[in-house]
């Protein structure tokens, strides 16, 4: 439906401050581009799913096992073992749904042993990540007790790699059966009366990989087995979920399409930003330099190309659009932090990492008819994390600055906007200098958010609001001296929003100066 200026909606803008000067040569003072944008409000959209602002859990390094669970007897304040200062940081982020126990640690994980008491599960080798010993002291009440404390939604990952489909299904009857069968009662002699809620459920992961190097034929018959398995007891509806494609694998996708895209409601799809493209020698966290930047940024953009060719084989099959694109590994993959054990995954987070995950969000609000969820990699210590800890410590990522000020878009309409965008050069390569989306919510304020990827020059924006009327302006910003600032547990809060005033309302235009590599966020009242 069509909505025109006469509603007086209220505005509100959402642009990250990622400022600074570049990490090797400071930024020209008075430099600045030039753009025009119009948001077009009076052409509305479909709906922002609140579930691309999706987390991943992974038992992987320190994701789990000190990140969230430090058991009920830890000097750590918790809650029944899991850390009372990241409950309430990710309840503050707003955390629609959590994607759980993998990844690659999903395909060989058996729901049994993480069930019972504690002293008597079993200890088992994590094969993908370090060799270490998996304990199961962290498994489905203590994930479940988890997505209830932070008021998320569970997105289980199954196990098809190794698992069997008695085993998936047995699996869901545990967590959601209200009955008195033997599993049922089992849950309920476990200490969980209630049933759960399970409302997605991925039928295997990374299945042309570490889920079982399979050819997308054969998968296509396997996931046919076991989505027959996968059954909704009690009233639980569940999603079932393919296991898709890896980056631009666009064959897999139509062969999962085309022989079983009428039994899924959703087929995942792979993507990592490395600022080389070389998993052997992916580059540093900290250490870069402003070609490293653009590097990281160009391939970053590189997701909306995926996204649109995906989503054509996908309107091929199915031009309703019932089936999404779930993007469930996602996020910026660097080399370790030096002193860490390589298979932890652990990495820093800067600002670059801020704008590249600004950028991803941005483009799944463009493509809200496709992209009905995304899953971050990964909540917690392991690469581009909301959250890091060290011990009692803990602190939040630029990456979790940028998921708090966006979720505003939660559940919104999208907005279309036009946008007019100078050139970001370095040597022969090219990148726009600015990115955009925009969306209105259920109260009728617009939000808009915008990434200035060019290091070194501010971008002056004069932005159009059409159909709807503007007014008082406030906001915030992002900003640091540096690309490469980090927060360290001495210097948790050097990375934060403070306020932003560099706004002006001129009739029915607003006019904005924006920091070099900034992300700027304004609320404008009519």
Not at 276 to 282: Q, S
Not at 284 to 290: G, K, L, V
Not at 382 to 391: D, G
Request: proline share 5%.
């Amino acid at each position: 439906m069509r909505r025109t200026g006469q509603f007086g909606f209220a505005v509100s803008l959402v642009l990250f401050g990622v400022a600074g000067a570049d990490a090797a040569r400071p930024a020209a003072q008075g430099d600045r581009v030039t753009a025009d944008m119009t948001i077009r409000v009076d052409q509305p959209k479909g709906t922002i799913s609140r579930n691309v602002y999706g987390q991943f859990a992974e038992h992987l390094g320190r994701l789990v096992y000190d990140g969230l669970w430090v058991g009920d007897g830890s000097a750590i304040p918790n809650t029944r073992g899991i850390r009372n200062d990241v409950i309430a940081a990710l309840k503050n982020l707003q955390v629609p749904v959590l994607r759980w126990p993998g990844g690659c640690f999903a395909d060989e994980y058996h729901w049994r042993d993480g069930i019972g008491p504690r002293a008597a599960r079993p200890r088992r080798i994590n094969t993908h990540w370090g060799g270490v010993i998996e304990t199961n002291a962290f498994g489905t009440h203590e994930f479940m007790d988890l997505t209830e404390l932070i008021g998320a939604d569970a997105y289980i990952s199954g196990n098809v790699g190794t698992g069997t489909p008695q085993e998936l299904m047995e699996w869901i009857e545990y967590m959601t059966s209200d009955s008195d069968s033997t599993l049922a009662g089992l849950r309920k002699q476990n200490g969980r009366a209630a049933p759960w809620k399970v409302p997605y459920v991925g039928v295997g992961n990374e299945s042309w990989g570490c889920g079982g190097n399979m050819r997308p034929e054969y998968y296509a018959d396997l996931y046919r087995r076991y989505a027959t398995f996968v059954k909704s007891y009690s009233g639980n509806r569940i999603q079932r979920y393919a296991s898709g494609s890896n980056g631009e694998d666009y064959n897999w996708t139509d062969v999962l399409m085309a022989q079983v895209g009428r039994r899924m409601q959703g087929l995942s799809m792979h993507y990592y930003t490395l600022p080389t493209g070389n998993w052997d020698k992916k580059g540093s966290a900290t250490r870069f330099d402003e070609q490293a930047w653009h590097a990281t940024l160009a391939r970053t953009l590189r997701m909306e190309e995926l996204l649109q060719k995906h989503s054509a084989i996908m309107d091929k099959y199915d031009p309703e659009k019932r089936v999404g694109l779930i993007v469930d590994e996602w996020g910026t993959w660097y080399d370790v932090e030096p002193g860490t054990k390589p298979g932890f995954l652990y990495q820093q987070n800067s600002l670059r990492d801020a704008v590249a995950a600004a950028i991803n969000l941005n483009l799944f609000h463009q493509h809200s008819d496709r992209v009905t969820m995304a899953n971050i990699a990964q909540m917690v210590n392991v690469l581009q994390a909301m959250i890091l800890t060290e011990k009692d410590k803990m602190l939040l990522t630029p990456t979790y600055h940028v998921f708090e000020m966006y979720k505003v878009h939660q559940d919104a309409t999208s907005i279309p906007i036009e946008l007019s965008s100078p050139p970001y050069r370095l040597g022969d390569a090219t990148v726009p200098a600015l990115h955009a989306s925009a969306s209105r919510d259920k109260a009728g304020r617009i939000h808009v958010s915008i990434v200035n990827l060019d290091p070194n020059r501010a971008a002056q924006v004069s932005m159009k609001i059409a159909g709807a009327a503007s007014g008082r302006v406030t906001g915030r910003v992002l900003t640091a001296p540096t690309i490469n600032a980090v927060n360290t547990f001495e210097t948790p809060d050097a990375v934060r929003p403070v306020p932003f005033t560099d706004a002006a309302v001129q009739g029915d235009r607003i006019t904005l100066t924006l920091p070099s590599k900034s992300v700027v966020v304004l609320e404008i009242q009519p």
